[in-house]
């Protein structure tokens, strides 16, 4: 990076330009803020060896935003700061999507332009170190360097030393693969881009085995897992399919969150859905569920137990379903709560009402519900369950079935 000449100051505006110009030449003694107009702008910052560059609009937004991703194109590790003449929503989020950095008015004040400058120079060498670093683990075989992933060989240590460095015990870790039909068409190269361009800073992405990648994505919920999961989906593709295990890291080693990350991404390519999320294990729990074990029934167990089975299982469930759904059944209103007393999936249009509801009446048991409102016939029915066999692969073939019951029936 060279030490001169490193801030160019791109415009077709060359009174304007001068007048930036004298606000940003003391930034340091050595720096000198080489001036361009639009046709030399990419053969300037070249030869200047440019890691900051101001782009002043010109009279076609278009062309600023083209610039802008030329610039970004040439080098990723460019600094690129847009100067707008007014703050205009459409340009700087186009510019932001082309690369920008960050955004100033022209007309700001001195102090602005060097404090966002400087700014910028920080972020610019935070840039630099980090890609230097990234290249050195490359070389080191940690990351690998075809998908920018870390090598499945150092993913416990690095998630652990994340884990235990930053005392993480709240977050999700997610296993990604193609479902059955689409391992044929699957790029390990465009999943790795997909995923490194939809997570943050601080998540961790690493290859994993059988042409699987994890994710982990520390202080996420399992709602924000799924959100990541989505925007995976959306950069991949809508062409392919994407099934996820999602595992909470919540006292548990690597080990442990793989196994069951792996067990929940089974499950959903198994099942035919987008993702599972892997049940936190309750032993202690689940024991008074077990009739060879001689002990007198304390009914506010099984009470405990069912409460458990509604955060952990159904409700994550009902959630997941409404989603998937949501695009699939038009001009159907889907709603889905739980609360104390019962738990409900909803669908309704102009041509049917159904209700599942599930709901607890003590004991080891439950009773699922179903209601299709103005049938007199098998499809109202009633299903007892035990609270055993509350599992996300039962209650997801219950749900879906009674989907299918009414579509069938709001003909």
Same mark, same amino acid.
């Given at each position: 990076m060279n030490s001169k000449n490193s801030i160019v100051l791109i415009s077709d505006d060359k009174n304007l330009s001068e007048n930036i110009a004298s606000k940003l030449v003391?930034?340091?003694?050595?720096?000198?803020v080489l001036i361009s107009d639009y046709k030399e702008a990419v053969n300037s910052v070249k030869l200047a060896q440019a890691s900051i560059v101001l782009v002043?609009?010109?009279?076609s937004k278009s062309?600023?935003?083209? +610039?802008?991703?030329? +610039?970004r194109k040439e080098d990723v590790n460019l600094c690129i700061i847009l100067l707008a003449d007014s703050v205009c929503a459409d340009l700087i989020l186009n510019a932001y999507d082309a690369g920008a950095d960050d955004y100033a008015l022209s007309s700001?004040?001195?102090? &602005?332009?060097?404090?966002?400058? *400087?700014?910028?120079?920080? /972020? =610019?060498?935070?840039?630099?170190k980090a890609l230097r670093n990234q290249k050195l683990l490359e070389q080191l075989n940690v990351i690998d360097d075809m998908t920018g992933l870390y090598n499945y060989k150092y993913a416990q240590q690095v998630i652990e030393n994340e884990i235990d460095d930053n005392l993480l015990d709240d977050g999700a870790f997610m296993s990604l693969a193609p479902d059955e039909e689409s391992k044929t068409a699957f790029s390990i190269e465009k999943m790795a881009s997909a995923v490194l361009t939809s997570i943050?800073?601080?998540?961790?992405?690493?290859?994993?085995?059988?042409? $699987?990648?994890? *994710?982990?994505?520390?202080?996420?919920?399992?709602n924000g897992s799924i959100t990541v999961l989505n925007k995976i989906k959306e950069a991949y593709g809508a062409d392919f399919r994407i099934c996820?295990?999602?595992? =909470?890291?919540? /006292? $548990?080693?690597?080990?442990?969150?793989?196994?069951?990350?792996?067990r929940a991404l089974s499950e959903a390519v198994s099942t035919n859905v987008d993702y *599972?999320?892997? =049940?936190?294990?309750?032993?202690?729990?689940?024991?008074?569920?077990d009739d060879s074990v001689e002990m007198p029934k304390n009914y506010k167990i099984f009470r405990q137990i069912f409460n458990k089975k509604m955060e952990k299982v159904i409700a994550? *469930?009902?959630?997941?379903? !409404?989603?998937?759904?949501?695009? $699939?059944?038009?001009?159907?209103?889907? &709603? !889905?709560?739980?609360?104390?007393? !019962?738990?409900?999936?909803? +669908?309704?249009?102009?041509? !049917?009402? =159904?209700t599942l509801r599930i709901v607890y009446p003590g004991f080891a048991k439950i009773i699922v519900y179903i209601t299709h409102e103005g049938l007199d016939s098998p499809e109202n029915r009633e299903i007892q369950l035990a609270l055993t066999k509350i599992s996300q692969k039962e209650l997801v073939k219950i749900v879906e079935d009674f989907i299918k019951e009414f579509k069938y029936t709001a003909v």
């Open positions: 003391f930034l340091r003694n050595n720096d000198e002043h609009e010109t009279n062309k600023t935003v083209e +610039l802008i991703d030329e +610039l700001a004040e001195n102090y &602005e332009l060097v404090i966002r400058t *400087v700014h910028n120079i920080k /972020h =610019s060498s935070a840039k630099f943050r800073a601080h998540d961790i992405a690493v290859l994993g085995k059988g042409a $699987k990648v994890y *994710v982990l994505m520390p202080k996420t919920d399992i996820a295990g999602i595992s =909470s890291i919540a /006292h $548990k080693n690597f080990n442990e969150m793989e196994h069951d990350a792996l *599972v999320v892997a =049940s936190d294990k309750e032993d202690t729990l689940d024991e008074w569920l994550p *469930v009902f959630f997941r379903l !409404q989603k998937a759904y949501e695009e $699939k059944l038009f001009d159907t209103k889907i &709603e !889905q709560y739980t609360d104390a007393e !019962q738990c409900v999936f909803h +669908l309704k249009n102009q041509n !049917q009402d =159904s």
